[in-house]
């Protein structure tokens, strides 16, 4: 019975299988089957490489990810522990008007300058002829603070700028190099301050032949300030009055000061031209000043009224080129009160 079994298995085995008397069939499918083994080995090792990559890439993004530790201080990028941030330099913008000056014109340097992490910033020229001109005023230094040697790096500052209009009249045609500066490094020792900066702007100035004549007094106006206030005096005199004024030109001579005390009497002063000092390309000045500071030389004049009361006091500078002639003029006010 074991023995019909085993038969008709076996007759069943070879009906499922189609004839193949040539073998062909079976080679056919031991091929497949080979196949299918090498493509088995490929996806394993291609799986192998992937998670060995990925468990390589964990461990170095381990290695440079810094760990922060709660209550340890934060890890400082490389390259800065314990260094300031760097400077950031000035920056200057200029422009010129008219665009095509001629000689005896009034040509205006309109100068913008910035420090992004310093100030105050200021401002000066060099005009190319000679002259020059800065802004600024009288300085008041503190006493310098040691530096402890474990203090911290210093910071920037608040930023700093300044705009500033400086005008000129060029005597003769040419081509002037104007040099503009400006600068955030303070006079009180700045020269430690890591963030203070210098810089320069260079105009190359072309003036052109004038459209008539030029003037022998420059185009820039004069001015004049004035203080009145009552002068003490040994023995009192309790009518008495000074005279403090002040005047500038930086392209004309000053040839007459005239002041009207307010009850009637006048101070008159002409100076004569013979010490007036002037060049082919430049006119003369009468203006007071020492370096960026605009130091205005003073002049004391004393007058003493009838009676007392308010009075109007007023000033009249004239200006004239060293010929006398093209004269301009300037005028001030002011009240003092005096026997009262």
Known sequence: MADLDERLRDSLRRLAEPGDPSGAFGRIRARWKRRRLVKRI?????????VAAGM???????????????????????GSPGRAPSDQPITIEVSVSPREPRAGELVSFHVHAQDPDDGPVTASIDYGDGRSAGLG???????????????PPPSPGPPGETTVVFRRGYRAPGVYE???????????????????????????LTIGPPAGRVPT????????ELAVSPEPT???????????????????????IE??????ERFVEEKPLGGCEESATQWPESSFNAGFTDV?????????????????????????????????????????????
């Not at 440079?64 to 400082?76: D, M, W």
């Not at 002041?259 to 009637?264: A, E, P, Q, R, S």
Request: glycine share 12%; aromatic share 6%.
């Open 42 to 50: 490929e996806m394993g090792v291609l799986a192998g490489v992937l």
């Open 178 to 204: 104007v040099v503009i500066g400006a600068s955030s490094v303070s006079p009180c020792g700045g020269e430690d301050d890591p963030f203070a900066s210098r810089a320069e702007e260079t105009v190359r």
């Open 234 to 256: 040994d023995p009192p005199e309790p009518l008495t009055a000074g005279a403090h004024y002040w005047f500038k030109d930086p392209d004309g001579f000053a040839r007459r």
């Open 296 to 340: 205005k030389e003073t002049f004391i004049r004393q007058h003493r009224y009838s009676r007392a009361g308010t009075f109007e006091v007023s000033i009249r500078l004239t200006t004239t080129g060293c010929d006398g002639g093209d004269p301009q003029t300037a005028e001030a006010v002011a009240e003092v009160e005096v026997g009262t």
């Open 137 to 151: 005023g009288p300085i008041s230094c503190p006493a310098p603070i040691p530096r402890s040697a474990d203090a």
């Open 259 to 264: 002041i009207d005390w307010g009850d009637g």
């Open 56 to 78: 390589l890439g964990i461990a170095r993004l381990n290695e440079r990810t810094p760990r922060i530790v709660l209550g340890a201080p934060t890890p400082v990028p490389s």
């Open 217 to 224: 007094n420059g185009p820039i106006l004069p001015t004049v």
